[in-house]
């Protein structure tokens, strides 16, 4: 994630009728929601024929595999870096992300793939927010939004001096407000998921106080009616690091990438994506023979950065969907032995959709859908054929990018 990329400021949608509904009753109306699907592998409100085709869900079998979700594509001036990199150009063309019939697209193929939530980049810094759309115009309004489980990768990426406890406990309060409540929210034991892009930016900012703002955040969630709040702060193979964010309160420790991963030489420009396969392996070990801190592993389809970076890019040569397919299946290996939370077998992919980083799963011309394939692949008891439509298959449009 790059903050050079960060966006103009969109507006929050209100989300004041979820807030009307009594916590209390949020179980019960999750339960009826999924309820109103319908059983077995037909899901999803009715629709005509001139809407996104009903999601057939599939069984991830008790794994829960989620995919970041970059919101960095709302307008045309954005998907721009690709027109060099055609290959790169979604099955869904430069759509108007944001647009619930797109995210509606989106979350279709992924429960019938195996993805069980988007973890969405948010951002905050000191109340100000930004690129929300893909969330709160696209999600939060989807039709299929009851299929697919969110949660927040707060990219705190901010500028230095911008934390403070005052800060962290509005951040919460805002969390408690808008999204916590909500049926679809990612928990944990009852306890809302958030992952912290950069724990070390808190820790330099704040200190050893650091640790105290955490605990008053839980403390906040506690008192809103939640058994807590499950943190997550993103960490690599230092086991001093896993051992600070032990120390400050964190649940467990994952990653967003680690596009150098098994790279001898840190500043090559190319490197095989065979030895990230290993590297990413390694790096989960690591952290699980630490014992400091449980650990959700992060997998990558791989990584070409040349849209965003240019000669300056790293590029991981080789990779393809059937190597992505060996890392997906050493990740389900480690959460068998490694899960968190008393039993939970959880695994992230860094992305969906971060075309400019090469790290892509969401169904594209130079793949199709052979990413998502092998996901479904890895994690479902799915076997045999299936068929993927894309609104072109049905004579459908899809609302393009302004």
Same mark, same amino acid.
């Given at each position: 994630?790059?903050?050079?990329?960060?966006?103009?400021?969109?507006?929050?949608?209100?989300?004041?009728? *979820?807030?009307?509904?009594?916590?209390?009753?949020?179980?019960?109306?999750?339960?009826?929601?999924?309820?109103?699907?319908?059983?077995?592998?037909?899901?999803?409100?009715? =629709?005509?024929?001139?809407?996104?085709?009903?999601?057939?869900?599939?069984?991830?079998? &008790?794994?829960?595999?989620?995919?970041?979700?970059?919101?960095?594509?709302?307008?045309?001036?954005?998907?721009?870096?690709?027109?060099?990199?055609?290959?790169?150009?979604?099955?869904?063309?430069?759509?108007? $992300?944001?647009?619930?019939?797109?995210?509606?697209?989106?979350?279709?193929?992924?429960?019938?793939?195996?993805?069980?939530?988007? *973890?969405?980049?948010?951002?905050?810094?000191?109340?100000?927010?930004?690129?929300?759309?893909?969330?709160?115009?696209?999600?939060?309004?989807?039709?299929?939004?009851?299929?697919?489980?969110?949660?927040?990768?707060?990219?705190?990426? #901010?500028?230095?001096?911008?934390?403070?406890?005052?800060?962290?406990?509005?951040?919460?309060?805002?969390?408690?407000?808008?999204?916590?409540?909500?049926?679809?929210?990612?928990?944990?034991?009852?306890?809302?998921?958030?992952?912290?892009?950069?724990?070390?930016?808190?820790? #330099?900012?704040?200190?050893?106080?650091?640790?105290?703002?955490?605990?008053?955040?839980?403390?906040?969630?506690?008192?809103? !009616?939640?058994?807590?709040?499950?943190?997550?702060?993103?960490?690599?193979?230092?086991?001093?690091?896993?051992?600070?964010?032990?120390?400050? !309160?964190?649940? =467990?420790?994952?990653?967003?990438?680690?596009?150098?991963?098994?790279?001898?030489?840190?500043?090559?420009?190319?490197?095989?994506?065979?030895?990230?396969?290993? &590297?990413?392996?390694?790096?989960?070990?690591?952290?699980?023979?630490?014992?400091?801190?449980?650990?959700?592993?992060?997998? $990558?389809?791989?990584?070409?950065?040349?849209?965003?970076?240019?000669?300056?890019?790293?590029?991981?040569?080789?990779?393809?969907?059937?190597?992505?397919?060996?890392?997906?299946?050493?990740?389900?290996?480690?959460?068998?032995?490694?899960?968190?939370? &008393?039993?939970?077998?959880?695994?992230?992919?860094?992305?969906?959709?971060?075309?400019?980083?090469?790290?892509?799963?969401?169904?594209?011309?130079?793949?199709?859908?052979?990413?998502?394939?092998?996901?479904?692949?890895?994690?479902?008891?799915?076997?045999?054929?299936?068929?993927?439509?894309?609104? $072109?298959?049905? &004579?459908?449009?899809?609302?393009?990018?302004?």
């Amino acid at each position: 994630m790059i903050t050079r990329r960060q966006i103009a400021l969109v507006s929050l949608t209100s989300l004041r009728a *979820a807030r009307r509904t009594p916590r209390r009753l949020l179980p019960a109306l999750l339960t009826l929601l999924i309820a109103g699907c319908g059983a077995g592998t037909t899901t999803a409100p009715s =629709a005509d024929k001139a809407e996104v085709p009903t999601p057939r869900l599939v069984s991830t079998d &008790g794994y829960q595999v989620g995919a970041y979700y970059f919101p960095g594509w709302p307008t045309r001036a954005q998907w721009k870096v690709l027109d060099t990199f055609p290959e790169r150009r979604p099955l869904l063309g430069y759509y108007a $992300e944001g647009d619930p019939v797109v995210m509606d697209w989106q979350i279709k193929w992924a429960v019938e793939h195996g993805i069980t939530f988007f *973890a969405f980049d948010w951002y905050w810094d000191r109340g100000r927010r930004q690129l929300e759309h893909a969330l709160h115009r696209g999600y939060l309004k989807a039709r299929f939004r009851p299929l697919l489980k969110f949660c927040l990768l707060w990219a705190n990426h #901010n500028p230095p001096g911008s934390h403070s406890e005052a800060d962290l406990m509005a951040l919460v309060d805002f969390w408690i407000a808008e999204y916590f409540g909500l049926p679809e929210y990612l928990t944990i034991d009852g306890k809302p998921v958030v992952i912290v892009f950069a724990p070390s930016l808190l820790r #330099n900012d704040m200190g050893s106080e650091a640790a105290a703002a955490i605990r008053r955040m839980r403390a906040r969630v506690e008192r809103a !009616g939640y058994p807590g709040l499950f943190l997550i702060g993103t960490v690599d193979d230092n086991r001093d690091e896993q051992a600070r964010l032990a120390a400050e !309160g964190y649940d =467990a420790g994952t990653g967003y990438n680690y596009h150098r991963a098994g790279m001898p030489d840190k500043s090559a420009s190319a490197w095989p994506y065979d030895d990230a396969v290993d &590297g990413y392996e390694r790096i989960w070990l690591a952290n699980a023979k630490a014992g400091l801190l449980e650990y959700v592993p992060v997998t $990558e389809p791989g990584w070409d950065s040349r849209p965003w970076d240019g000669d300056k890019a790293l590029v991981r040569t080789g990779r393809t969907p059937e190597r992505f397919a060996d890392m997906l299946t050493r990740a389900r290996a480690f959460v068998d032995g490694h899960p968190v939370a &008393g039993g939970k077998k959880i695994v992230l992919i860094e992305a969906w959709n971060e075309y400019g980083e090469g790290a892509v799963i969401e169904p594209h011309r130079e793949w199709g859908f052979a990413y998502l394939d092998v996901v479904r692949r890895v994690f479902t008891s799915e076997r045999g054929t299936h068929r993927d439509v894309t609104p $072109e298959d049905l &004579g459908l449009s899809i609302p393009t990018a302004p």
